[in-house]
């Protein structure tokens, strides 16, 4: 270190759900990994399990190939614990026709379609999980600011404060905006949906009966998540994701709150009857982002900072963590077989299998979105009989709720 520089074998920059679920895989490989992070969540901000009734407003629905992932660096049943809901139906309908189409766990001999789980307390899990983890070191605060090229041509990460961190490999699970993916010159495509999200967090006079709610409105999708509160037997806390046009979006998030509670119940046509509280309420804008590139030298993107999606789906972190399985799984078979970190045949592999599952994944939320959004009556036809014809077609059915639950 008497060069000012800290070396590691790997460094990854993002400390989210997928960023940190990484680090947890790679504790058996025994390299020494660093894992940075800007700003680690405060414990007040983690502790919303078991807190009286606050739900965090960002929550994920992670299907069961999350959950196996999770499970197997040993924070699924921390999560179980503290909270979680596992939802059994899914009702989907649109505002302007007569379409409507709704997927059951029973039918496809599945327990649940997912679990819906406070981010929060993802984190909270697996920080407690990393914390203990010898050969890791969580640096944070550390903002990255520069990428430099060492001696041996290895990568240095230089943050804001001048500290430099140097590696064989750097991940970039940074997130959206990724600075990693900046810094490296790593282009990708991208397009504005000029859509806003919402997220809040309600409760209902009715229970949301373990399902999830979504109808396509004019101006976009608005989903009820099921929440479940350990101090409750009723299920009647949900979580919001109202996309919207961003005017929209602002107009709700300012407004008072009885007038936004009646607009809510309006919108999903009182099917869960009144909202009668809801949380703080905070707005996001929508972008879809596709890296034309995963790899560059010794620089692998993995998550948001690779690909970012339509929440719609609510398929974000589900993909981010296959990701991360894929490369350490890859990053394993490598070393296994004597290959470098780096080396361009490990990383080609992650990408190869990676790229196709999150651009599949992708194109059919474009495609759902723009169906969705389409106001030609034609399309309106076809979407309205479309989603019909699904709801009867078992097989295909089936098949779209098979891959979407990661089974
Ligand atoms: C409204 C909304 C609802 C969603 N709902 C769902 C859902 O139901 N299910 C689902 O699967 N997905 C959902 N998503 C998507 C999901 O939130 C993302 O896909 C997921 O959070 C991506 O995880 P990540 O770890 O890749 O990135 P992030 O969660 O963005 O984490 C990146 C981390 O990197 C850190 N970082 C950023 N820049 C720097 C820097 N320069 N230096 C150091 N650290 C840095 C950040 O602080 C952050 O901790 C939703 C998204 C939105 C907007």
Same mark, same amino acid.
């Given at each position: 270190?008497?060069?000012?520089?800290?070396?590691?074998? *790997?460094?990854?920059?993002?400390?989210?759900? @997928?960023?940190?679920?990484?680090?947890?895989?790679?504790?058996?490989? !025994? *390299?020494?990994?660093?894992?940075? !992070?800007?700003?680690l969540?405060?414990?007040?901000?983690?502790?919303?399990?078991?807190?009286?009734? &606050?739900?965090?407003?960002?929550?994920? #629905?992670?299907?069961?190939?999350?959950?196996?992932?999770?499970?197997?660096?040993?924070?699924?049943?921390?999560?179980?614990?503290a909270?979680?809901?596992? %939802?059994?139906?899914?009702?989907?309908?649109?505002?302007?026709?007569?379409?409507?189409?709704?997927?059951?766990?029973?039918?496809?001999g599945?327990?649940? *379609?997912?679990?819906?789980?406070?981010?929060?307390?993802?984190?909270? !899990?697996?920080?407690?999980?990393?914390?203990?983890?010898?050969?890791?070191?969580?640096?944070?605060?550390?903002?990255s600011?520069?990428?430099?090229?060492?001696?041996?041509?290895?990568?240095?990460?230089?943050g804001?404060?001048?500290?430099?961190?140097q590696?064989?490999?750097?991940?970039?699970?940074?997130? +959206?905006?990724s600075?990693?993916?900046?810094?490296?010159?790593?282009?990708?495509?991208?397009?504005?949906?000029?859509?806003?999200?919402?997220?809040?967090?309600v409760?209902?006079?009715?229970?949301?009966?373990?399902?999830?709610?979504?109808r396509?409105?004019?101006?976009?999708?608005?989903?009820?998540?099921? *929440?479940?509160?350990?101090?409750?037997?009723?299920?009647r806390?949900?979580? /919001?994701v109202?996309?919207?046009?961003?005017d929209?979006?602002?107009?709700?998030?300012?407004?008072p709150?009885?007038?936004?509670?009646?607009?809510?119940?309006?919108? /999903?046509?009182?099917?869960?009857?009144?909202?009668?509280?809801?949380?703080?309420?905070?707005?996001?804008?929508?972008?879809?982002?596709?890296?034309?590139? %995963?790899?560059?030298?010794?620089? @692998?993107?993995?998550?948001?900072?690779?690909?970012?999606?339509?929440?719609?789906a609510?398929?974000?972190?589900?993909?981010?963590?296959?990701?991360?399985?894929?490369?350490?799984?890859?990053?394993?078979?490598?070393l296994?077989? +004597?290959?470098?970190?780096?080396?361009?045949?490990?990383?080609?592999?992650?990408?190869?299998?990676?790229?196709?599952?999150?651009?599949?994944?992708?194109?059919a939320?474009?495609?759902?979105?723009?169906l969705?959004?389409?106001?030609?009556?034609?399309?309106?036809w076809?979407?309205?009989? +479309?989603?019909?014809?699904?709801?009867?077609?078992?097989?295909?059915?089936?098949?779209?709720? &098979?891959? #979407?639950?990661? @089974?």
């Amino acid at each position: 270190m008497n060069d000012g520089i800290e070396k590691f074998d *790997l460094v990854i920059a993002g400390g989210g759900i @997928v960023g940190a679920t990484l680090a947890c895989l790679l504790d058996e490989l !025994e *390299l020494r990994v660093a894992l940075v !992070e800007q700003r680690l969540p405060e414990e007040g901000e983690l502790a919303f399990r078991g807190a009286e009734l &606050r739900f965090d407003a960002r929550v994920s #629905a992670l299907n069961e190939s999350s959950r196996q992932v999770l499970g197997d660096v040993g924070v699924w049943s921390g999560i179980r614990a503290a909270r979680c809901c596992d %939802y059994r139906e899914m009702q989907v309908w649109d505002a302007e026709g007569t379409g409507s189409i709704h997927f059951s766990a029973a039918a496809l001999g599945a327990e649940s *379609l997912g679990t819906i789980v406070e981010n929060s307390i993802v984190l909270a !899990e697996l920080y407690e999980r990393l914390r203990g983890q010898e050969n890791l070191s969580i640096v944070s605060p550390f903002t990255s600011a520069a990428l430099e090229t060492g001696a041996g041509g290895e990568v240095v990460l230089v943050g804001e404060s001048g500290r430099r961190l140097q590696a064989g490999l750097l991940v970039g699970a940074d997130g +959206g905006n990724s600075a990693v993916r900046r810094l490296a010159k790593i282009s990708s495509a991208e397009w504005e949906y000029g859509q806003s999200a919402l997220v809040t967090t309600v409760r209902t006079a009715r229970s949301h009966e373990l399902t999830a709610w979504q109808r396509f409105l004019e101006t976009g999708p608005l989903a009820f998540l099921p *929440l479940a509160a350990a101090e409750e037997s009723e299920f009647r806390h949900s979580s /919001i994701v109202w996309s919207t046009l961003p005017d929209e979006a602002e107009e709700l998030v300012q407004m008072p709150d009885e007038q936004f509670r009646a607009r809510l119940a309006a919108a /999903i046509e009182h099917r869960l009857g009144d909202v009668e509280w809801s949380d703080r309420r905070y707005s996001f804008p929508l972008r879809q982002r596709h890296a034309d590139s %995963y790899v560059k030298d010794n620089i @692998v993107l993995a998550g948001d900072a690779a690909h970012t999606i339509h929440p719609l789906a609510g398929q974000g972190v589900n993909l981010g963590v296959r990701d991360v399985a894929v490369l350490a799984e890859e990053i394993r078979a490598g070393l296994a077989a +004597g290959r470098l970190l780096n080396d361009p045949v490990v990383l080609r592999r992650y990408e190869r299998r990676r790229k196709i599952d999150n651009l599949g994944m992708m194109w059919a939320m474009e495609g759902l979105h723009r169906l969705f959004g389409a106001q030609p009556l034609p399309l309106r036809w076809l979407r309205n009989s +479309g989603l019909n014809l699904v709801d009867r077609a078992a097989p295909l059915k089936n098949f779209l709720a &098979r891959r #979407a639950i990661g @089974v």
